[in-house]
């Protein structure tokens, strides 16, 4: 197995708790930041615009994306440019559709004319890639946000998928792949395989790495523990 050192795969953590995100921009292994605002909801954020200004306060010289939340693609264009306003450093995120199932190609082709940094998101299959991919600038960053995570919970390996994603970038130099929701750290190693750009994992995947080398009958034995000293704890009797 490659060791952590040795991917060329970038991390980023994926989060919407300041204080975990603020963690992971500790860890100097962590390259960058996305959300989305599934997880800004559950983290209890009601101020869309302090939050990620904020976050960008704190976090400024480190990728950060940060999603248009509107159904309507000419007010996705509003909010992308004054979100694309603040921070050189920030990306924004526009769904590969609204949820009529209507393409952001054009409004993909306006942002990127206007080089504004997009994370195209919730992509899930190839042919997705190559729509969005014809509608980059390939001089202008962006990232295109495959969720290999949500097609492996279909049964499905997102590894071949990834691999011919890869490939297709190569037709916009300045953008990069993204392994997104990822279920385990393993995956992070697939994204490494397929010669994805970056991975962006949630906090919890994230930690794992430093079980990355570790002795299995080590692990197995603490795992033996842990179910010993639970039980012991919550006092099981027979």
Known sequence: MTKVADLKVKLFA???????MLDMY?????????????????????????FC????????DRSLSFEVFSDDFDEMERQALEIAQWGANVYVKIPVTNTKGKPSTDLIRRLVARDVKVNVTALMTLSQVRDVV???????PS???VFAGRIADTGVSALPLMKAAVEVLKLAPASELIWASPRELYNVF???EAGC????????ILKKLKLVG???????LDTVKMFYDDAVSAGFKL
Do not use: C, F, Q
């Open 134 to 140: 014809a509608a980059l600038n390939p001089h202008v």
């Open 197 to 204: 750009h970056i991975i962006t994992a949630t906090n919890d």
């Open 26 to 50: 500790a860890n100097p292994l962590i390259k960058g930041m996305t959300t989305n605002p599934t997880l800004m909801k559950k983290a209890g954020i009601t101020d869309y615009r302090a």
């Open 214 to 220: 570790y002795d299995l009958d080590a692990y197995s």
């Open 14 to 20: 994926d989060g919407a708790d300041k204080a975990g």
């Open 190 to 192: 697939e994204a490494d």
């Open 143 to 145: 990232y295109v946000s």
């Open 53 to 60: 200004k904020d976050i960008i306060a704190h976090i400024p």
